[in-house]
């Protein structure tokens, strides 16, 4: 069976790497989900990670810093999390790469496309962190930009939920899932899936996003196969 993706952006949020404990770093669910990124690493799957910083600062709730300070600390988080990752994908066998968009050369290399692009074409994964580098932009739009940078096939973006809903699932029983939605339809309906500016940018390069449940690893692999799994934005 044929892959229908060989290069990806996989966006992982900050919250998922806390576990039940719903704060910091849960370093069993961060091997867990390690595990299900070497499984396809090891289907010779180029693998680009940009992770968010929610499990440690989420500071636009808190009206007493200034945003862009506000925004800096954020960065600091992803970065954070950024090494988690890398250690614990180390620890299963898997070779990785920081890159930070602000340089902290004593724990990661500077974001360089074509030196990110040399180490997803010999077989590592390299994890993205602080975001753009600017204040202002979403970790969800650091990916849509990343992912055009690398010339990445697709964006996968792992929540807790199995794909896109008419509604909040957790609101609203009645709210159907979607197999199938367009990037228009998710502006138009203002739907909570990325912010627009990563939408947009996504939907400029037409690059598809794929939202699914990331407790279930198997998902992702699914998916590179082509498999219906989610919903599929395009």
Known sequence: MELKYKRILLKLSGESLAGTKGIGIDFSEVLRICEGIKKCADLGV???????????????????????????IGMLATTMNALAIRDALEQLGCVSRVQTAIEMRQFAELYIRNRAIRHLEKGRVVIFGCGTGNPYFSTDTAAALRAAEINADIVIKATNVDGIYTDNPKNNIDAKKLDNITYLDILNKNLHVMDSTAVTLCMENKIPIL??????????????????IGTLVK
């Open 46 to 72: 180029e693998i680009g990670i940009v992770v968010g910083g929610g499990n440690f600062w989420r500071g636009r709730s808190n009206t007493n810093i200034d945003n862009i300070t506000s925004d800096h």
């Open 211 to 228: 939202v699914l449940n990331i407790n279930e690893t198997e998902n992702i692999i699914a998916a590179l196969y082509g498999e219906k």
